[in-house]
């Protein structure tokens, strides 16, 4: 199994420009998560998936910011127009069970972020 | 979900044991602990989670207090690779959400 994988691993684009961000999970892990990371505010959890319906967004740090799972194998995290303080590390996990507490996370590599 | 305090960093020697302390006091009877660690520029990588009993697997041990307001992570026989932050995470059983990190403690492995 080739694991949680992400692309682009990095990504430097210029402040109001798109950014989408893609990741495709273990196949069969049913819960999918988004998380970001920042020197300043550490490892925070943006949204996850189950069964490709999100199911919490509270994460989500203002309309820019949208996530999809249009599939199984598939999410997107797209960022429009993207700004400067979004420059971070962003990490998509998956999940393979049935209740989001139990269990282990499996994280991908990491999209890094540079938004100047 | 109870809060956890850990030492912001430890030392530790190769080949030796790593004993990395976590505090929970607040922690509920259904609240599970979890350890995780993120060695630089990776994702951060599951080590083992435990509820009451102590816990071992190929990774580590899991010594959790009888009160269970604290735990110990241990890492038998340190290496270089080794050499991470180590997250420590308590979580409430059955309930919807996530895994919430802290900032953990940063392991240098030293030769």
């Known amino acids: 199994d080739a694991g949680v994988i992400q692309s682009p691993r990095h990504e430097v684009t210029e402040m109001g420009q798109e950014v989408t961000l893609r990741c495709k999970p273990i196949?069969?892990?049913?819960?999918l998560f988004w998380y970001r990371q920042t020197m300043m505010r550490g490892l925070e959890l943006l949204i996850y998936?189950?069964?490709?319906?999100?199911?919490?967004d509270s994460g989500m740090p203002e309309d820019r910011f949208s996530a999809k799972m249009p599939n199984a194998s598939f999410s997107t995290l797209k960022i429009q127009p993207s700004e400067p303080r979004d420059s971070a590390v962003y990490f998509c996990a998956c999940k393979d069970g049935p209740s989001v507490n139990t269990g282990e996370l499996f994280f991908g590599e990491g999209s890094r972020l540079t938004v100047l | 979900d109870a809060k956890t305090t850990q030492p912001p960093s430890m030392d530790c020697a190769e080949g030796r044991a790593a004993n990395l302390p976590c505090n929970h006091s607040t922690i509920s009877g259904n609240e599970y602990v979890y350890w995780y660690r993120q060695i630089h520029s990776q994702g951060p990588q599951y080590i083992i989670h435990?509820?009451?009993n102590n816990e071992t697997n190929e990774m580590a041990s899991l010594i959790i207090t009888e009160d269970r307001k604290s735990s110990t992570l241990i890492l038998p026989h340190a290496t270089l690779r080794d050499t991470a932050v180590y997250y420590c995470?308590?979580?409430?059983?059955?309930?919807?959400?996530?895994?919430?990190f802290g900032k953990g403690t940063k392991l240098s492995v030293k030769p």
């Open positions: 196949s069969g892990h049913d819960y």
């Open positions: 995470i308590v979580r409430v059983a059955g309930s919807q959400g996530n895994l919430i």
């Open positions: 998936f189950n069964n490709n319906v999100p199911i919490d």
């Open positions: 435990g509820l009451k």
